[in-house]
């Protein structure tokens, strides 16, 4: 029996978590949306755990450039998930009334 290549089985899991990634976004409703994105950035964590593993199992120099890169990529996309959740959030803040002293200065 013949050995299957670490790089074929790198790209079916690449393959796959874009599928996965895909049906996981879109069909989300407009309306969850907010609620959900620090579930996406969950996803996102368990994402950059795979690609390290990924990182660190393959033997090829391309390979291991792929893991790194797929490594950042997921970091970028959980810094800006938790900035852009934490702005929607702050839309939904009271804003504070301005106090009757501070009205007539």
Same mark, same amino acid.
């Given at each position: ?65 792929? /893991? ?11 810094? /800006? ?25």
């Amino acid at each position: 029996m013949e050995a299957v290549s670490p790089t074929l089985i790198n790209l079916t899991i690449f393959v796959l978590a874009i599928y996965v990634g895909y049906h996981v976004v879109w069909t989300v409703t407009p309306a969850l949306h907010t609620p959900l994105m620090a579930v996406t950035n969950a996803i996102s964590a368990i994402v950059i755990v795979g690609a390290m593993l990924a990182a660190a199992l393959t033997q090829g120099g391309f390979a291991k450039f792929l /893991g790194v890169a797929a490594v950042a990529l997921a970091a970028v996309n959980i810094f /800006g998930g938790f900035l852009v959740t934490r702005r929607m959030l702050e839309m939904f803040k009271k804003k504070e009334k301005k106090s009757a002293s501070k009205a007539h200065e």
